[in-house]
């Protein structure tokens, strides 16, 4: 769960501006954020994610971040099963294995079975292609879209209490 402190030096950081730095007089010379900091990619991604991206890995970068996310969803939910069907067990709002809300109104269940669809979708969709395809992107852009959307489920188990690292 992200504290207050977490939040601040998060908007700090996406507000930081070189051209706001230079001629502070000090002769520092500051270096500008790394995308993972303008993009808020979440920092419990094993560092392999970070280096795959800083070398131009982007394709490998996005299949490692989506395999850490199925990892956290098997630890907390005691399966081992992997992709879709994982996720569709896992999150199913008639009998979840984790439950990301307490599913007492129809706006709860109906956001269970949302991200039910979004897990799904992410391995199936994101994850998978990197396991099986041999050409893919390797545009940063893509991979960074990847990523946030990644670090939106990994923050949405936060938020229901499930830990991450």
């Given at each position: 769960m992200a504290t207050a402190l977490?939040?601040?030096e998060f908007i700090v950081r996406r507000t930081w501006a070189p051209e706001a730095r230079e001629g502070d007089g000090e002769g520092l010379s500051h270096k500008p954020p790394h995308p993972f900091e303008l993009r808020n990619v979440h920092p419990a991604f094993p560092p392999k994610v970070k280096k795959l991206f800083d070398d131009s890995h982007c394709a490998e970068a996005t299949f490692h971040a989506f395999k850490f996310v199925e990892k956290v969803v098997q630890q907390h939910s005691g399966k081992q099963e992997s992709?879709?069907?994982l996720?569709?067990?896992v999150?199913?709002?008639n009998k979840p294995l984790i439950k990301l809300?307490?599913?007492l109104t129809q706006s709860e269940q109906d956001e269970q079975e949302g991200y039910r669809f979004m897990f799904s979708g992410a391995v199936q969709g994101i994850r998978n292609p990197g396991g099986h395809e041999i050409e893919l992107s390797d545009d940063p852009d893509v991979c960074l879209d990847h990523l946030a959307f990644a670090s939106l489920l990994l923050r949405r188990l936060e938020?229901?209490?499930f830990k991450t690292v």
């Open positions: 977490d939040q601040f992709g879709q069907k996720m569709l067990a999150f199913d709002k809300n307490p599913l938020r229901s209490g």
